[in-house]
């Protein structure tokens, strides 16, 4: 585990120092097409999919047309405006290094009085700067199916071939994102809360030893749930996220690549929300 002690923490003393001018410039090499790809979800008013211990987005008009209708006195001018209540972590979101702790313990030592009902005191989502690197996509679902099952698992072996059948090799600093159809499930009706496919933990020493910096995947944990070690709910997240600060995203909106393994360029910037334990972010890919 980091041993960073507290009072210094740095959410770039993790994984995220692999990111450097190399790791920018190897995604940048991947640009063909100069295509842009959003990996955000649509944010909808009470629809998910969200985890089942969050709330679903609220989206309110403070403005809307009927408003223009009936004022006067504004030389003709109308504004439509809204606002939206959303868990940090209620849509494509990233998790923020105060997010996570195993026996009392987070990243670097982090404990739990660090992080009261006011918002983290250190490690907040506010910590992590704009990222951009080269993101290795894999879609891990087999030809002939729409998604893998709930609870099913996948394994190093199917990413290292799939990685393999491609040419592509891992570099440190490069992001890992995993589609596992469970988005596309959900939204035909037949995902829930209580299984969903993911990663399987013998994928952590794998990941540590390719310096990845971030992992993401279209289901709500990244890693297979439930977990297949009954004494730990999220092994993969306590090895990855908490012990090496991998940073770990959720609830991608893979559907537009499916059926590609390949390689882009990748830019996420967390909303800078001071002790925040997330972010909703809009992922891009270059194409």
């Known amino acids: 585990m980091n041993n960073v002690p507290t009072g210094s923490l740095s959410s770039l003393s993790g994984a995220l120092r692999y990111i450097d001018s190399t790791a920018v410039r190897r995604g940048l090499a991947t640009v063909r097409e100069c295509r842009s790809l959003s990996l955000g979800l649509p944010i909808a008013h009470g629809a998910g999919p969200v985890a089942a211990m969050r709330q679903p987005p609220q989206h309110y008009m403070l403005r809307d047309g009927a408003d223009y209708v009936t004022e006067t006195g504004n030389q003709g001018l109308g504004l439509a405006e809204d606002v939206i209540l959303l868990a940090t972590h209620g849509t494509t979101h990233l998790d923020a290094f105060c997010h996570v702790f195993g026996n009392g313990v987070g990243f670097g030592g982090l404990s739990t009085s660090e992080v009261p009902s006011s918002g983290a005191k250190q490690l907040g989502v506010e910590t992590i700067p704009p990222l951009a690197t080269r993101a290795l996509v894999v879609d891990a679902v087999p030809p002939g199916r729409q998604w893998l099952d709930p609870g099913e698992s996948i394994s190093v072996e199917h990413?290292?071939?799939?990685?393999?059948?491609?040419?592509?090799?891992?570099?440190?600093?490069?992001?890992l994102l995993i589609r596992t159809g469970w988005v596309d499930a959900y939204y035909a009706g037949v995902a829930n809360n209580d299984a969903w496919p993911g990663l399987a933990a013998d994928c952590a020493d794998w990941a540590i030893a390719s310096q990845f910096s971030i992992l993401g995947a279209d289901n709500i944990a990244v890693e297979v749930g439930p977990s297949e070690f009954p004494d730990c709910a999220l092994p993969l997240t306590m090895r990855l996220?908490?012990?090496?600060?991998?940073?770990?995203?959720?609830?991608?909106?893979?559907r537009s690549v499916a059926g590609r393994t390949f390689e882009a360029f990748f830019t996420i910037n967390p909303l800078r929300i001071v002790g925040g334990t997330g972010s909703p972010v809009a992922p891009m890919l270059l194409l």
């Open 159 to 175: 990413i290292q071939k799939s990685l393999a059948q491609v040419g592509l090799d891992p570099q440190p600093g490069d992001a």
């Open 241 to 254: 996220v908490r012990d090496e600060g991998v940073l770990f995203l959720e609830l991608l909106d893979l």
